[in-house]
């Protein structure tokens, strides 16, 4: 079975942990520190806050950010359901606008539209690796003075005009799942140019503490331990490594499928760097019996979302009726391909092999 995603563990990342472990310092301690400048540094972000996962990171930076009960947060239900709940987490309403059918990211007019008078934020997702209209996003923001928090959670190292994402907005946010282009393990990571967010984020992820047993407000424990820190900064002297292979493996994916009729291979809007978390082509016909198909024929793939946000029980429960026909035709659609690191050009040619043959 060539799998739909698998961690890249090495030697490096063996023998930092082994180090954390033999100091005697495993908590939140100096690695952490070490691992939130140097992914500050990379994002060419002020400051970058550890926490223990990129939801955390998400629930984090809203408070940070002043989101409260009452505000309105407009995002995209086409993506994991982490990102709307941090709303819900805060006491706040996610408002979801549609997505652009061709990078299955938010569409900016689809946003414009969702605006009310208790809009505080907007919260796009760079899906699968490929950044958002930004710009486009960031005049919406301005013309009504809103916040813009960045989901990067799938798109370490994606560049939207020659700057990495995750630095573009007031804040950015990133998850270290093992199955996304960098681990640690678990983990997460607020970035911003705002010390003041910054701060106020550590504080949030000990227990609202600003000094030893002092808490000044409510808080969580929402750390990162310094064995997680010592797998991340190995990973990330790896990461662009990581994403030249998915890049390489990608193009050599749509090279050979972009002419079979069925299959619509992945956009790349033009001024992005797109690092390919997920290489998702949309299909003809019946999606799920594709799949099958791939999958007897020793092909892992994914379905990255089978039912967005604002269909799922939770948000039916909660009132959520909106009719957004592209997230929904999308969600019918779309089939991901594995092109992690440790795929091979001989696997690429199988799975260029048994694509052929099952739209042929």
Aim: glycine share 10%; charged share 25%; proline share 5%.
């Amino acid at each position: 079975m060539i799998p739909i995603a698998s961690p890249l563990i090495g030697k490096e990342e063996k023998e930092a942990v082994l180090e954390v472990l033999d100091s005697g310092i495993i908590a939140q301690g100096p690695r952490v520190e070490e691992f939130e400048k140097e992914f500050a540094d990379f994002i060419d972000a002020g400051y970058a806050v550890a926490v223990n996962s990129g939801t955390e990171a998400l629930h984090m930076a809203l408070l940070a950010m002043g989101i409260k009960e009452g505000d309105e947060v407009i995002t995209t239900p086409f993506t994991f359901i982490a990102t709307s709940n941090s709303v819900l987490y805060v006491g706040a309403k996610p408002v979801f606008a549609d997505i652009d059918p061709e990078t299955f990211n938010i569409s900016p007019e689809s946003v414009q539209g969702k605006i009310s008078k208790r809009t505080r934020a907007i919260l796009p997702v760079h899906l699968y690796g490929h950044p958002c209209d930004m710009d486009a996003l960031d005049e919406i923001a301005e013309d009504h003075n809103l916040l813009v928090l960045e989901d990067a959670c799938q798109a370490h190292g994606a560049e939207y005009k020659g700057k990495k994402v995750g630095g573009l907005g007031d804040a950015g946010v990133f998850s270290f799942y093992p199955t996304k282009n960098m681990t640690t393990s678990e983990g997460g990571m607020l970035t911003t140019d705002s010390k003041e967010i910054a701060e106020k984020a550590k504080i949030l992820r000990n227990h609202g503490q600003t000094a030893r047993y002092q808490h000044e407000f409510l808080g969580f424990n929402s750390r990162m331990t310094d064995i997680g820190a010592a797998i991340g900064l190995a990973q990330l002297k790896k990461l662009n490594e990581f994403n030249n292979k998915r890049i390489k493996n990608a193009g050599y994916l749509t090279k050979n499928l972009k002419d079979i009729e069925g299959i619509t291979t992945p956009c790349v809007s033009g001024d992005v760097k797109h690092v390919y978390h997920q290489y998702t082509i949309k299909v003809e016909g019946n999606r799920d019996t594709i799949a099958g198909k791939l999958q007897e024929k020793g092909v892992g793939t994914g379905v990255y979302y089978p039912l967005p946000t604002h269909k799922q029980p939770l948000y039916k429960r909660l009132g959520y009726a909106d009719k957004l026909p592209v997230a929904e035709d999308m969600a019918k659609k779309v089939l991901s391909l594995p092109v992690h690191p440790q795929v091979t050009k001989e696997n690429l040619d199988y799975m260029i092999g048994v694509l052929k043959g099952i739209f042929d």
